[in-house]
């Protein structure tokens, strides 16, 4: 069995990642999406907010068969204890290649067994982000275009929340 890690920030989820979850659930037997705890930039949404956000976007979507997990630390170790055989991770444009050549090599020189596979996304999401869609809610722009109803609600109560603090 094949199992593949599809891991990120999700902060929040958008269509852009569950087409590129789509396209690894075509390919290997099993995909578990994993929510990184502590990102690279402060996130909006908790660790705990974010994971809940995929399974009730999976759940929206009708993906079954996926399991959501949170990680800390190296993600060659978290492929390594769920037994991954590959990290799957999405290419919109060559904006985002410098980054993902670096962290590919960089694991596979931790860990050579796990092998990155990189799929590329739907022509229309290529240009969306997880920071192009906090910034349209941000000032209460239409975001249903580009995530789950249940992704869309939170962004609203999160920002009118933060107004009224
Ligand atoms: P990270 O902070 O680890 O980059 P993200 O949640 O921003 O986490 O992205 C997780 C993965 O999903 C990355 O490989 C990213 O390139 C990919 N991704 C994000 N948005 C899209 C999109 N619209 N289309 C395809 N891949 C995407």
Known sequence: MKLALYPGSFDPITYGHLDVLRRAMRLFDRTVVAVVENPRKTPLFSARQRRLLVSQALKEEGIQDVQVVSYSGLLVECA????AVAVVRG?????????EFQLALTNRDMDSDVESVFLMTAGRYSFLSSSIVKEIARYG???SRFVPACVAKALERKFRERRRA
């Not at 390594?80 to 037994?83: D, E, K």
């Not at 919109?92 to 410098?98: I, K, L, P, V, Y």
Request: proline fraction near 0%.
């Open 91 to 99: 290419l919109r444009a060559t904006s985002d290649f410098d980054y």
């Open 141 to 143: 722009g239409d975001v």
């Open 80 to 83: 390594r204890q769920l037994g």
